[in-house]
């Protein structure tokens, strides 16, 4: 719930941090072969969530999903968000947690809530 690990690894500026920090403001991240990209921005935590069930729909051969949390038992947001992706996703539930490092962190913070999203490979 704050930006400052996103400015202290360069990703916002100074004054990004304090006007998010202002409006309320969470970044949508992507990670794509490791690199940490922003995708969008949205306003609240619960719209958050509603952003990561509707960026699962942009994969249309999903063969496994998984959640990414700070901490090994699972918070409330994370049961939400299990539950509501089993619900859309049966062949794919129960959906794992698994905990993120303090590499991922030191970008994120210790409140950052993401997916794993796999595809397959290629032919």
């Given at each position: 719930d704050t930006l400052d690990y996103l400015e202290r690894s360069g990703r916002i500026s100074a004054?990004?941090?304090i006007l998010g920090t202002m409006l309320g403001i969470k970044p949508f991240l992507m990670m794509e072969e490791g690199d940490i990209i922003p995708a969008e921005k949205?306003?609240?935590?619960?719209?958050?969530?509603d952003k990561l069930v509707e960026f699962i729909g942009e994969f249309p051969q999903l063969k496994e999903i998984a959640i990414l949390q700070p901490v090994s038992h699972p918070t409330n947001e994370t049961v939400l968000l299990q539950e509501r992706l089993s619900g859309l996703?049966?062949?794919?539930?129960?959906v794992p947690v698994l905990v993120?490092?303090?590499?991922?962190?030191s970008h994120v913070g210790p409140d950052g809530l993401g997916l794993v999203v796999y595809e397959g490979m290629e032919d």
């Open positions: 004054s990004q941090r949205v306003r609240s935590r619960e719209k958050g969530l996703f049966p062949s794919l539930a129960p993120y490092g303090p590499v991922l962190a």
